[in-house]
DNA sequence: AATTATTTTTAGACAAATCTAAATAAATTA
DNA sequence: TAATTTATTTAGATTTGTCTAAAAATAATT
Protein backbone atom coordinates (compact mmCIF):
# COMPACT_ATOMS: atom_id res chain seq x y z
CA UNK A 1 0.00 0.00 0.00
CA UNK A 2 1.90 3.07 -1.40
CA UNK A 3 0.20 6.24 -0.62
CA UNK A 4 0.70 9.73 -2.30
CA UNK A 5 1.29 12.77 0.14
CA UNK A 6 -2.00 13.79 -1.06
CA UNK A 7 -3.73 11.04 0.22
CA UNK A 8 -1.46 10.85 3.42
CA UNK A 9 -2.71 14.01 3.93
CA UNK A 10 -6.36 13.42 3.48
CA UNK A 11 -6.12 9.80 5.81
CA UNK A 12 -4.16 12.05 8.47
CA UNK A 13 -7.37 14.86 7.89
CA UNK A 14 -10.32 12.36 8.61
CA UNK A 15 -8.08 10.62 11.33
CA UNK A 16 -8.16 14.15 13.21
CA UNK A 17 -11.84 14.93 12.64
CA UNK A 18 -13.38 11.95 13.52
CA UNK A 19 -11.80 11.64 16.72
CA UNK A 20 -14.30 14.73 17.60
CA UNK A 21 -16.99 14.27 15.59
CA UNK A 22 -18.67 10.87 13.94
CA UNK A 23 -18.81 10.93 10.29
CA UNK A 24 -16.70 13.43 8.77
CA UNK A 25 -18.48 15.56 6.02
CA UNK A 26 -16.87 16.65 3.16
CA UNK A 27 -17.37 20.50 3.87
CA UNK A 28 -15.20 20.30 6.90
CA UNK A 29 -12.43 18.23 4.47
CA UNK A 30 -12.47 21.14 2.27
CA UNK A 31 -11.95 23.54 5.34
CA UNK A 32 -9.51 20.87 7.56
CA UNK A 33 -7.53 20.80 3.71
CA UNK A 34 -7.71 24.49 2.46
CA UNK A 35 -9.27 22.67 -0.51
CA UNK A 36 -12.70 22.60 -2.11
CA UNK A 37 -15.50 20.04 -1.50
CA UNK A 38 -15.67 18.81 -5.19
CA UNK A 39 -11.55 18.11 -4.79
CA UNK A 40 -12.53 16.13 -1.46
CA UNK A 41 -15.34 14.26 -3.32
CA UNK A 42 -12.94 12.75 -5.79
CA UNK A 43 -10.56 12.24 -3.75
CA UNK A 44 -12.71 10.21 -1.29
CA UNK A 45 -14.22 8.05 -4.21
CA UNK A 46 -10.18 7.28 -5.02
CA UNK A 47 -9.24 6.50 -1.25
CA UNK A 48 -12.51 4.40 -1.52
CA UNK A 49 -11.33 2.26 -4.24
CA UNK A 50 -8.60 1.33 -2.28
CA UNK A 51 -10.21 0.18 0.79
CA UNK A 52 -9.17 3.03 3.24
CA UNK A 53 -12.62 4.24 3.59
CA UNK A 54 -16.16 3.46 4.75
CA UNK A 55 -17.90 6.16 2.55
CA UNK A 56 -21.38 6.71 1.28
CA UNK A 57 -22.32 9.33 -0.60
CA UNK A 58 -23.96 12.19 1.05
CA UNK A 59 -23.47 10.27 4.28
CA UNK A 60 -19.99 11.47 5.39
CA UNK A 61 -16.99 8.91 5.37
CA UNK A 62 -14.71 6.82 8.38
CA UNK A 63 -12.12 5.06 7.49
CA UNK A 64 -11.77 1.94 7.05
CA UNK A 65 -9.24 -0.59 9.77
CA UNK A 66 -6.55 -0.37 6.67
CA UNK A 67 -7.23 3.43 6.90
CA UNK A 68 -7.19 4.11 10.16
CA UNK A 69 -3.67 1.51 9.96
CA UNK A 70 -1.78 3.77 7.99
CA UNK A 71 -3.39 6.96 9.48
CA UNK A 72 -1.46 5.94 13.22
CA UNK A 73 1.57 5.37 10.86
CA UNK A 74 1.64 8.75 9.77
CA UNK A 75 0.89 10.30 12.84
CA UNK A 76 3.25 8.31 14.34
CA UNK A 77 6.03 9.49 12.08
CA UNK A 78 4.93 13.14 12.51
CA UNK A 79 5.16 13.27 15.97
CA UNK A 80 8.46 11.29 16.38
CA UNK A 81 10.20 14.26 13.82
CA UNK A 82 8.24 16.43 16.07
CA UNK A 83 10.22 15.15 19.35
CA UNK A 84 13.75 14.92 17.60
CA UNK A 85 12.84 18.60 16.09
CA UNK A 86 12.65 19.87 19.90
CA UNK A 87 14.89 17.77 21.67
CA UNK A 88 17.94 17.24 19.06
CA UNK A 89 17.55 20.40 17.32
CA UNK A 90 16.74 22.47 19.44
CA UNK A 91 13.33 23.73 17.68
CA UNK A 92 11.18 25.83 19.68
CA UNK A 93 7.95 23.20 20.23
CA UNK A 94 5.81 25.92 18.69
CA UNK A 95 7.73 26.19 15.48
CA UNK A 96 7.68 22.45 15.05
CA UNK A 97 4.45 21.54 12.99
CA UNK A 98 5.15 23.01 9.37
CA UNK A 99 8.63 20.79 9.22
CA UNK A 100 7.14 17.90 10.75
CA UNK A 101 4.30 17.78 7.96
CA UNK A 102 6.66 17.42 5.12
CA UNK A 103 9.15 15.02 6.65
CA UNK A 104 6.40 12.62 7.88
CA UNK A 105 6.06 11.79 4.24
CA UNK A 106 9.32 10.06 4.24
CA UNK A 107 8.02 6.64 4.91
CA UNK A 108 11.19 4.25 4.77
CA UNK A 109 10.32 1.86 8.07
CA UNK A 110 13.59 1.54 8.34
CA UNK A 111 14.43 5.05 9.27
CA UNK A 112 11.35 5.16 11.53
CA UNK A 113 12.49 2.67 13.19
CA UNK A 114 15.68 3.61 13.85
CA UNK A 115 14.90 7.73 14.58
CA UNK A 116 12.48 6.27 17.28
CA UNK A 117 15.36 4.18 18.76
CA UNK A 118 17.72 6.75 18.59
CA UNK A 119 14.95 9.40 20.28
CA UNK A 120 14.56 6.74 22.96
CA UNK A 121 11.53 5.20 21.97
CA UNK A 122 9.00 8.53 23.07
CA UNK A 123 5.87 7.99 24.42
CA UNK A 124 4.89 11.70 23.51
CA UNK A 125 5.40 14.35 21.37
CA UNK A 126 6.92 18.34 22.04
CA UNK A 127 3.11 18.99 22.44
CA UNK A 128 2.06 16.39 24.73
CA UNK A 129 0.11 14.31 22.02
CA UNK A 130 0.83 10.60 22.18
CA UNK A 131 3.35 9.06 19.92
CA UNK A 132 1.59 5.54 18.34
CA UNK A 133 4.36 2.44 18.51
CA UNK A 134 5.14 0.24 16.09
CA UNK A 135 1.95 -1.31 16.33
CA UNK A 136 -0.56 1.91 16.17
CA UNK A 137 -0.90 1.22 20.13
CA UNK A 138 -0.83 4.59 21.81
CA UNK A 139 -1.86 6.07 25.44
CA UNK A 140 -4.96 6.66 25.75
CA UNK A 141 -4.90 9.96 27.20
CA UNK A 142 -3.88 13.19 27.13
CA UNK A 143 -0.64 14.85 28.80
CA UNK A 144 -0.49 18.53 29.05
CA UNK A 145 2.64 20.38 29.34
CA UNK A 146 3.29 21.62 32.90
CA UNK A 147 3.77 25.18 31.58
CA UNK A 148 0.41 24.93 30.60
CA UNK A 149 -0.97 24.08 33.80
CA UNK A 150 -3.34 26.41 35.79
CA UNK A 151 -2.15 27.23 39.60
CA UNK A 152 -4.71 25.37 41.91
CA UNK A 153 -4.20 21.73 40.28
CA UNK A 154 -3.15 18.63 40.72
CA UNK A 155 -1.25 16.89 38.70
CA UNK A 156 1.15 13.98 38.38
CA UNK A 157 4.36 12.92 36.23
CA UNK A 158 3.74 10.99 32.99
CA UNK A 159 7.01 11.51 31.18
CA UNK A 160 9.89 13.95 30.60
CA UNK A 161 10.43 15.20 27.39
CA UNK A 162 14.25 13.82 26.92
CA UNK A 163 16.28 11.38 28.33
CA UNK A 164 19.56 13.82 28.63
CA UNK A 165 21.34 13.20 30.82
CA UNK A 166 21.72 17.10 32.38
CA UNK A 167 17.65 16.61 32.56
CA UNK A 168 17.64 13.32 34.56
CA UNK A 169 20.11 14.63 36.87
CA UNK A 170 17.76 17.42 37.19
CA UNK A 171 15.14 15.48 38.14
CA UNK A 172 17.00 13.70 40.84
CA UNK A 173 17.99 16.49 42.81
CA UNK A 174 14.30 17.94 42.70
CA UNK A 175 12.93 14.62 43.92
CA UNK A 176 10.73 14.09 40.64
CA UNK A 177 9.94 11.43 38.65
CA UNK A 178 7.49 9.39 36.95
CA UNK A 179 4.01 9.20 38.86
CA UNK A 180 5.15 11.81 41.19
CA UNK A 181 2.13 14.57 42.15
CA UNK A 182 2.61 17.96 42.60
CA UNK A 183 0.65 20.78 43.07
CA UNK A 184 0.62 23.91 41.04
CA UNK A 185 0.76 26.65 43.38
CA UNK A 186 2.02 29.72 41.53
CA UNK A 187 3.53 31.00 38.14
CA UNK A 188 5.45 33.68 37.34
CA UNK A 189 5.65 35.90 34.61
CA UNK A 190 9.16 37.65 34.90
CA UNK A 191 10.34 34.27 33.93
CA UNK A 192 8.01 31.76 33.28
CA UNK A 193 8.76 29.83 36.80
CA UNK A 194 6.30 27.36 38.64
CA UNK A 195 6.46 27.14 42.16
CA UNK A 196 4.91 23.34 42.86
CA UNK A 197 4.58 21.58 46.11
CA UNK A 198 5.45 17.35 45.91
CA UNK A 199 3.01 15.43 48.24
CA UNK A 200 4.77 15.39 51.81
CA UNK A 201 7.21 17.67 50.65
CA UNK A 202 8.11 21.66 50.92
CA UNK A 203 7.53 24.16 48.01
CA UNK A 204 10.23 24.28 45.39
CA UNK A 205 10.43 26.66 42.34
CA UNK A 206 10.66 24.93 38.78
CA UNK A 207 12.38 26.96 35.97
CA UNK A 208 10.69 27.19 32.24
CA UNK A 209 13.12 24.91 30.68
CA UNK A 210 12.10 22.35 33.46
CA UNK A 211 8.65 23.06 33.51
CA UNK A 212 8.72 22.22 29.10
CA UNK A 213 10.30 19.34 29.60
CA UNK A 214 8.19 17.95 31.84
CA UNK A 215 4.40 16.15 31.05
CA UNK A 216 1.92 15.55 33.27
CA UNK A 217 -1.99 14.13 33.40
CA UNK A 218 -4.28 15.26 35.94
CA UNK A 219 -5.42 13.60 39.00
CA UNK B 1 12.51 30.27 -6.12
CA UNK B 2 10.71 27.32 -4.74
CA UNK B 3 10.83 23.76 -6.78
CA UNK B 4 9.22 20.59 -6.81
CA UNK B 5 10.28 17.28 -6.31
CA UNK B 6 10.76 16.95 -9.91
CA UNK B 7 12.41 20.05 -10.51
CA UNK B 8 14.86 19.11 -7.69
CA UNK B 9 15.82 15.78 -8.98
CA UNK B 10 16.67 17.19 -12.85
CA UNK B 11 19.08 19.95 -11.74
CA UNK B 12 20.72 17.09 -9.37
CA UNK B 13 21.28 14.93 -12.28
CA UNK B 14 22.78 17.77 -14.48
CA UNK B 15 24.70 18.83 -11.71
CA UNK B 16 26.40 15.39 -11.16
CA UNK B 17 26.33 15.03 -15.20
CA UNK B 18 28.21 18.52 -15.74
CA UNK B 19 31.04 17.41 -13.27
CA UNK B 20 32.18 14.69 -15.35
CA UNK B 21 31.56 16.10 -19.04
CA UNK B 22 30.75 19.32 -20.24
CA UNK B 23 27.30 20.03 -22.36
CA UNK B 24 24.91 17.17 -20.30
CA UNK B 25 22.77 15.79 -23.43
CA UNK B 26 19.01 14.61 -23.45
CA UNK B 27 19.77 11.26 -23.70
CA UNK B 28 22.19 10.98 -20.71
CA UNK B 29 19.58 12.83 -18.78
CA UNK B 30 16.61 10.03 -19.83
CA UNK B 31 19.01 7.49 -18.98
CA UNK B 32 19.86 9.29 -15.40
CA UNK B 33 16.83 9.64 -14.37
CA UNK B 34 14.70 6.76 -15.80
CA UNK B 35 12.58 8.60 -17.59
CA UNK B 36 12.33 8.66 -21.76
CA UNK B 37 13.91 11.56 -23.98
CA UNK B 38 10.72 13.17 -24.68
CA UNK B 39 10.38 13.95 -21.11
CA UNK B 40 13.26 15.63 -20.58
CA UNK B 41 13.21 18.23 -23.34
CA UNK B 42 9.99 18.96 -21.49
CA UNK B 43 11.49 19.90 -18.42
CA UNK B 44 14.19 21.39 -20.09
CA UNK B 45 11.92 23.99 -21.67
CA UNK B 46 10.56 24.97 -18.05
CA UNK B 47 13.83 25.34 -15.94
CA UNK B 48 15.40 27.12 -19.14
CA UNK B 49 11.86 29.45 -18.10
CA UNK B 50 12.61 29.69 -14.62
CA UNK B 51 16.38 30.64 -15.66
CA UNK B 52 18.54 27.87 -13.97
CA UNK B 53 19.91 26.46 -16.96
CA UNK B 54 21.40 27.60 -20.13
CA UNK B 55 19.38 25.19 -22.92
CA UNK B 56 19.72 25.20 -26.47
CA UNK B 57 17.82 23.11 -28.31
CA UNK B 58 20.24 20.12 -29.96
CA UNK B 59 23.45 21.70 -28.14
CA UNK B 60 22.56 19.74 -25.01
CA UNK B 61 22.58 21.83 -21.53
CA UNK B 62 24.42 23.34 -18.58
CA UNK B 63 22.95 24.73 -15.53
CA UNK B 64 23.18 28.82 -15.17
CA UNK B 65 24.56 30.59 -12.14
CA UNK B 66 21.16 30.83 -10.16
CA UNK B 67 20.66 26.79 -11.42
CA UNK B 68 24.32 25.62 -9.92
CA UNK B 69 23.32 27.61 -6.10
CA UNK B 70 20.32 25.79 -5.65
CA UNK B 71 21.94 22.57 -7.05
CA UNK B 72 24.46 22.63 -4.81
CA UNK B 73 22.03 23.43 -1.50
CA UNK B 74 20.22 20.35 -2.79
CA UNK B 75 23.55 18.57 -2.39
CA UNK B 76 23.88 19.74 0.71
CA UNK B 77 21.04 18.79 2.16
CA UNK B 78 21.41 14.92 0.77
CA UNK B 79 24.85 14.67 2.20
CA UNK B 80 24.00 16.14 5.62
CA UNK B 81 21.29 13.70 6.03
CA UNK B 82 23.66 11.19 4.50
CA UNK B 83 25.65 12.11 7.68
CA UNK B 84 23.05 11.89 9.84
CA UNK B 85 21.70 8.55 9.13
CA UNK B 86 25.32 6.94 9.42
CA UNK B 87 26.53 8.68 12.47
CA UNK B 88 23.23 9.16 14.10
CA UNK B 89 21.32 6.24 13.03
CA UNK B 90 23.18 3.53 12.38
CA UNK B 91 22.82 3.07 9.45
CA UNK B 92 25.52 1.24 7.13
CA UNK B 93 27.05 4.07 4.85
CA UNK B 94 26.03 1.64 1.76
CA UNK B 95 22.43 1.92 2.73
CA UNK B 96 21.56 5.26 3.23
CA UNK B 97 21.48 7.09 -0.30
CA UNK B 98 17.49 5.95 -1.29
CA UNK B 99 16.69 7.36 2.40
CA UNK B 100 18.76 10.77 1.59
CA UNK B 101 16.83 11.26 -2.33
CA UNK B 102 13.31 11.63 0.11
CA UNK B 103 14.79 13.80 2.76
CA UNK B 104 16.86 15.96 0.82
CA UNK B 105 13.84 17.48 -0.66
CA UNK B 106 12.59 19.08 2.78
CA UNK B 107 13.86 22.38 1.84
CA UNK B 108 12.85 24.22 5.41
CA UNK B 109 16.35 26.49 5.62
CA UNK B 110 15.89 26.43 9.41
CA UNK B 111 16.17 22.91 9.78
CA UNK B 112 19.05 22.23 7.29
CA UNK B 113 21.19 24.82 9.24
CA UNK B 114 20.12 23.35 12.86
CA UNK B 115 21.02 19.95 11.51
CA UNK B 116 24.41 20.75 10.22
CA UNK B 117 25.19 22.31 13.93
CA UNK B 118 24.17 19.46 15.44
CA UNK B 119 26.03 17.01 13.48
CA UNK B 120 29.11 19.54 14.21
CA UNK B 121 29.40 20.88 10.94
CA UNK B 122 30.74 17.59 9.17
CA UNK B 123 32.95 18.35 6.14
CA UNK B 124 32.79 14.88 3.76
CA UNK B 125 29.68 12.53 3.96
CA UNK B 126 29.81 8.83 4.93
CA UNK B 127 30.93 7.97 0.82
CA UNK B 128 34.09 10.96 1.73
CA UNK B 129 32.07 13.13 -1.08
CA UNK B 130 32.56 17.02 0.25
CA UNK B 131 29.35 18.57 1.62
CA UNK B 132 29.09 22.17 0.60
CA UNK B 133 28.80 24.95 2.88
CA UNK B 134 25.57 27.16 3.70
CA UNK B 135 27.01 29.71 0.75
CA UNK B 136 27.56 26.53 -1.32
CA UNK B 137 31.63 26.43 -0.89
CA UNK B 138 32.95 23.35 -0.41
CA UNK B 139 36.43 21.24 -0.59
CA UNK B 140 37.70 20.66 -3.91
CA UNK B 141 39.63 17.10 -3.18
CA UNK B 142 37.53 14.02 -3.43
CA UNK B 143 38.51 11.93 0.28
CA UNK B 144 38.62 8.40 0.54
CA UNK B 145 36.98 6.39 3.78
CA UNK B 146 40.50 4.32 5.00
CA UNK B 147 38.65 1.15 4.52
CA UNK B 148 38.70 1.59 1.05
CA UNK B 149 42.32 2.22 0.59
CA UNK B 150 44.69 -0.51 -1.14
CA UNK B 151 47.93 -1.89 0.64
CA UNK B 152 51.13 -0.03 -0.48
CA UNK B 153 48.67 3.44 -0.53
CA UNK B 154 50.01 6.60 1.32
CA UNK B 155 47.71 8.58 2.94
CA UNK B 156 46.78 11.68 5.14
CA UNK B 157 44.19 12.14 7.33
CA UNK B 158 41.90 15.05 6.28
CA UNK B 159 38.57 14.50 8.24
CA UNK B 160 36.95 11.82 11.05
CA UNK B 161 33.30 10.91 10.64
CA UNK B 162 32.13 12.08 13.62
CA UNK B 163 33.00 14.29 16.56
CA UNK B 164 31.76 11.76 19.30
CA UNK B 165 33.93 11.84 22.66
CA UNK B 166 34.21 8.60 22.29
CA UNK B 167 36.05 8.52 18.97
CA UNK B 168 38.32 11.61 19.77
CA UNK B 169 39.57 9.51 22.84
CA UNK B 170 40.62 6.87 20.76
CA UNK B 171 42.25 8.72 17.82
CA UNK B 172 44.57 10.49 20.74
CA UNK B 173 45.21 7.38 22.08
CA UNK B 174 46.43 6.41 18.49
CA UNK B 175 48.21 9.38 17.89
CA UNK B 176 46.14 10.25 15.04
CA UNK B 177 44.75 13.32 14.10
CA UNK B 178 44.17 16.33 11.07
CA UNK B 179 46.94 15.48 8.81
CA UNK B 180 48.47 13.00 9.77
CA UNK B 181 50.34 10.80 7.74
CA UNK B 182 49.98 6.48 7.28
CA UNK B 183 51.15 4.11 5.06
CA UNK B 184 48.49 1.29 4.58
CA UNK B 185 50.50 -1.75 5.37
CA UNK B 186 47.85 -4.48 5.07
CA UNK B 187 44.23 -5.55 5.48
CA UNK B 188 42.58 -8.55 7.40
CA UNK B 189 39.81 -10.11 5.91
CA UNK B 190 38.52 -12.01 9.20
CA UNK B 191 37.50 -8.71 10.70
CA UNK B 192 38.37 -6.18 8.40
CA UNK B 193 40.85 -4.29 10.56
CA UNK B 194 43.78 -2.41 8.94
CA UNK B 195 47.64 -2.23 9.24
CA UNK B 196 49.25 1.22 9.23
CA UNK B 197 52.45 2.71 10.25
CA UNK B 198 52.32 6.32 10.90
CA UNK B 199 55.41 8.35 10.04
CA UNK B 200 58.35 7.88 12.60
CA UNK B 201 56.32 5.70 14.47
CA UNK B 202 55.61 1.93 14.89
CA UNK B 203 52.68 -0.37 13.04
CA UNK B 204 49.39 -0.51 14.73
CA UNK B 205 46.12 -2.11 14.08
CA UNK B 206 43.07 -0.19 13.04
CA UNK B 207 39.76 -1.16 13.52
CA UNK B 208 36.77 -1.85 11.25
CA UNK B 209 35.05 0.77 12.78
CA UNK B 210 37.48 2.94 13.69
CA UNK B 211 38.77 2.35 9.35
CA UNK B 212 35.35 4.05 8.75
CA UNK B 213 35.32 6.58 10.43
CA UNK B 214 38.74 8.14 9.01
CA UNK B 215 38.89 10.29 5.95
CA UNK B 216 41.95 10.85 3.58
CA UNK B 217 43.75 12.22 0.32
CA UNK B 218 46.34 10.79 -1.22
CA UNK B 219 49.68 12.18 -0.64
C1' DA C 1 28.18 13.89 -51.01
C1' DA C 2 24.54 10.84 -50.24
C1' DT C 3 22.70 7.54 -47.29
C1' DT C 4 21.98 5.63 -42.92
C1' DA C 5 21.79 5.80 -38.05
C1' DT C 6 21.31 8.30 -33.90
C1' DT C 7 19.70 11.97 -31.14
C1' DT C 8 16.48 15.33 -30.11
C1' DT C 9 12.26 17.71 -30.54
C1' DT C 10 7.29 18.18 -31.55
C1' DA C 11 2.55 16.73 -31.35
C1' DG C 12 -0.92 14.68 -29.06
C1' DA C 13 -2.53 11.74 -25.16
C1' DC C 14 -2.91 10.38 -20.19
C1' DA C 15 -3.14 10.13 -14.95
C1' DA C 16 -3.16 12.78 -10.68
C1' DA C 17 -4.90 16.45 -8.21
C1' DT C 18 -6.95 20.39 -8.42
C1' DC C 19 -10.48 24.03 -9.86
C1' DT C 20 -15.28 26.47 -11.32
C1' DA C 21 -19.93 26.18 -12.47
C1' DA C 22 -24.04 23.66 -12.63
C1' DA C 23 -27.01 19.98 -10.94
C1' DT C 24 -28.83 17.24 -7.30
C1' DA C 25 -29.71 15.68 -2.62
C1' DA C 26 -30.53 16.76 2.24
C1' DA C 27 -31.75 19.81 5.85
C1' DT C 28 -34.17 23.81 7.48
C1' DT C 29 -37.76 26.98 7.82
C1' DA C 30 -41.87 29.24 6.91
C1' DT D 1 -45.73 20.23 3.31
C1' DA D 2 -43.70 23.29 0.20
C1' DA D 3 -40.12 26.53 -0.40
C1' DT D 4 -35.68 27.78 0.53
C1' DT D 5 -31.14 27.24 2.04
C1' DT D 6 -27.10 24.43 2.58
C1' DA D 7 -24.23 20.50 1.51
C1' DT D 8 -22.62 17.45 -1.80
C1' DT D 9 -21.81 15.56 -6.17
C1' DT D 10 -21.18 15.70 -11.27
C1' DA D 11 -19.33 17.63 -15.48
C1' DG D 12 -15.89 19.69 -17.74
C1' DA D 13 -11.43 22.33 -17.65
C1' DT D 14 -6.47 23.07 -16.03
C1' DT D 15 -1.65 22.10 -14.50
C1' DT D 16 2.24 19.04 -13.79
C1' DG D 17 4.89 15.51 -15.23
C1' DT D 18 4.90 11.81 -17.82
C1' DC D 19 4.31 8.82 -22.14
C1' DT D 20 4.29 7.06 -27.43
C1' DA D 21 4.73 7.87 -32.14
C1' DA D 22 6.26 10.67 -35.70
C1' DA D 23 9.06 14.45 -37.52
C1' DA D 24 13.27 17.01 -37.71
C1' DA D 25 18.07 17.82 -36.84
C1' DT D 26 22.66 16.13 -36.23
C1' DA D 27 26.29 12.64 -36.61
C1' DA D 28 28.39 8.67 -38.74
C1' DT D 29 29.37 5.75 -42.69
C1' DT D 30 29.83 4.20 -47.09
Do not use: R
Given at each position: MNLTVAEENYIKAIFHLQQAEGNVSTNQLAASLHTKPASVTDMLKKLTNKNLLNYKPYQGVRLSKEGKKQALMIVRRHRLWEFFLVDKLQFGWDEVHEVAEELEHVSSKKLVEKLDSF???????PHGDPIPDVHGNMVAIRQFNLIDIQPGTLVEVCSVGSQSAELLELLRHK????STEMLIMKKFDFDHSVEIKIKNSQHINISQQLAQA?????V
Open positions: LGHPKFDNIGILFVKL
